[in-house]
């Protein structure tokens, strides 16, 4: 089985930058990937981690650690239309996505 | 290109009651799935496919079913409904497993469905 932890909330301010972490217990891993939900939105994808490292595409970054079941999502210059809840899920096989519950980001001006 | 569509967006059922969740995509995607997202609880895969006639359970396929006739429609009925499937389903497609851009899934806007 799969499952992913990653904190129900984050409170940060508008411009700081914010870290949500995400580990995970997989029985296969292709890659790790973070995706973006509005309040009555669909989930957007963001970013995708099959090596260790970091990925940036602009104010996002990714992160993996493969070794230690880890990765996170960085978000820099917070801005007010950043307040989402954000999933990591896990690319196990062809069986599709497996989510965590998701991290609620509160963004105070 | 529409990308993902569903039809409805929202449905109210009675217990008992049986429906069709619509899902068409145009990106001539092979693969294509159904979530659930029900509060605090992320979303949850029902049923996949990875192309035309071949489709497979998720972690949660109770209650459901699917088929894959075309490579652009995936509908989800529900055979009896039932209190506990009261939830947003949102439909997904993404490339060929192994293809380039095949790590991102695109989602519908969902169906809001409510089971009295």
């Known amino acids: 089985g799969q499952s992913l932890e990653q904190p129900s909330e984050v409170t940060a301010v508008e411009g700081a930058i914010v870290q949500i972490n995400c580990t995970y217990q997989t029985s296969g891993f292709y890659g790790l990937s973070w995706y973006q939900q509005h309040d009555g939105g669909a989930p957007t994808f963001l970013s995708y981690?099959?090596?260790?490292g970091l990925e940036e595409t602009g104010r996002f970054s990714s992160f993996l650690s493969r070794s230690d079941s880890y990765g996170y999502l960085l978000l820099q210059e917070l801005q007010m239309k950043d307040s989402a809840s954000y999933f990591c899920a896990v690319i196990g096989g062809a069986d599709g996505l497996t989510f965590g519950k998701g991290t609620h980001l509160i963004i105070q001006p | 290109n529409a990308g993902v569509t569903q039809t409805p967006k929202f449905q109210v059922l009675k217990t008992g009651q049986s429906m069709t969740l619509q899902c068409a995509q145009d990106m001539n995607h092979e693969y294509m799935s159904w979530y659930r997202q029900d509060p605090g609880m992320g979303l949850r895969l029902i049923h996949y496919s990875v192309g035309a006639g071949i489709t497979d359970q998720g972690e949660v396929p109770n209650g459901y079913n699917v088929s894959r006739s075309t490579t652009e429609d995936f509908p989800l009925r529900l055979l009896s409904a039932a209190p506990s499937q009261t939830s947003v389903y949102f439909c997904a497609s993404s490339p060929s497993p192994g293809t380039s851009g095949s790590k991102t899934q695109y989602f519908g806007p969902g169906t809001r469905l409510l089971v009295l």
């Open positions: 981690n099959a090596l260790d």
